[in-house]
């Protein structure tokens, strides 16, 4: 006899499929002048397909607490950095690391704000963590916040994108970012995160009992998870430039890796022109800083995903930006890819 449950969540796996594949074959198309939010890929998506992924994505991510603890059988692991809207770049990345029905990956957040393609980045990265809750796990940054991404981009992409319903659009997608968790245990050796390390993190357990749902507090553990940087211009953990949270140098690195018994702080957040392949190591190899949206800002920086392998061996797999017009839409000529194995985890 059929069993209901089992048959309306085959239903709904297959919406998710339908709405993935929507998303992974959209051709490119030419963007219109003086429209900067039009889409540089044409995915025309519904008001009532951002209100099923949102939806579904709450309830997925109240299943996970705000610390995941993402075992050795979750291995190997490509983690990938800062997307922002640049959902072409994202599309290589799940082409060259791997189909996400077979292949793990963690994203570190900031998929939305600055680039042109924030909604579709978030919700193909969201549908692919409802459909594969077992290989792709998905950590909040400071743009996936009502506070910043008013500011940076998202909500007018929201208003342009869903007009008239531009404003439901983008509740939907706060009220979905506010369940998002924020930290990765790997492997229990990697610490995993968009910002930083926090003076109040006493324990993983005090990440684990963070107050959700929430938006991003502008003080305090949860701040710091998604603002903090890695800094040595000033000793211990110094007010940052950006007006928000801490900067922290290696010693408080060192000894926070010693403290938890942690090998690699994978982190976020930045990207500068000293990080030459998409990456920067700090405090003797303790933290990595990767970003994951080559010529970010046309700043022709390149861009990286982490692959962690089954022994915990970190390797990079290098995403340099091509400029011209010869290479939209071509998945293997986009972007040169390189790798390099620097370091252990
Ligand atoms: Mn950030």
């Not at 077992?134 to 996936?144: A, I, K, T, W």
């Not at 050796?189 to 107050?211: D, F, V």
């Not at 915990?312 to 000529?333: D, E, I």
Request: charged share 20%.
């Amino acid at each position: 006899m059929a069993d209901p449950m089992k048959d309306a969540a085959a239903v709904d796996m297959a919406w998710f499929d339908t709405f993935i594949d929507k998303l992974m074959t959209a051709s490119p198309e030419v963007r219109p002048p003086r429209d900067p939010y039009a889409a540089l890929i044409n995915v025309n998506i519904s008001l009532e397909e951002v209100a099923t992924v949102t939806r579904r994505g709450v309830a997925s991510f109240k299943e996970q607490k705000p610390l995941l603890r993402i075992n050795r059988a979750h291995l190997p692991l490509h983690i990938v950095g800062d997307m922002h809207g640049q959902f072409r770049e994202l599309r290589i990345i799940l082409s060259r690391c791997g189909d996400p029905a077979n292949h793990s990956y963690l994203f570190l957040g900031d998929y939305v704000d600055r680039g042109v393609q924030g909604v579709e980045t978030v919700l193909l990265v969201m549908a692919l963590k409802i459909r594969y809750p077992d290989r792709v796990f998905m950590l909040r940054g400071n743009h996936e916040d009502c506070n910043t991404a008013t500011a940076y981009g998202f909500y007018d992409e929201c208003l342009a994108k869903f007009a008239p319903n531009g404003e439901a659009a983008w509740t939907h997608f706060v009220s979905v970012f506010n369940w998002m968790p924020l930290c990765a245990y790997v492997g229990e050796k990697i610490l995993a995160m968009h910002g930083g390390i926090s003076p109040h993190i006493s324990s993983l357990e005090a990440i684990e009992n963070l107050p959700r749902p929430s938006i991003i507090p502008p003080y305090g553990l949860m701040c710091d998870l998604v603002w903090a940087d890695p800094d040595n211009k000033y000793p211990g953990w110094a007010l940052s430039a950006r007006g928000i949270s801490y900067t922290f140098d290696d010693n408080l690195i060192k000894s926070f890796c010693d403290n938890f018994k942690i090998d690699l702080i994978v982190r976020a957040h930045q990207i500068n022109n000293e990080m030459k392949g998409g990456y920067k190591f700090f405090a003797d190899g303790r933290l990595v800083s990767i970003f994951s949206a080559p010529n970010y800002l046309n700043m022709k920086n390149d861009a990286c995903v982490i692959r962690v392998n089954r022994d915990l061996l970190c390797r990079f797999v290098v995403f340099r930006p091509k400029m011209g017009k010869s290479f939209a839409g071509n998945k293997s000529t986009r972007v040169a890819s390189a790798e390099a194995s620097v370091g252990e985890a």
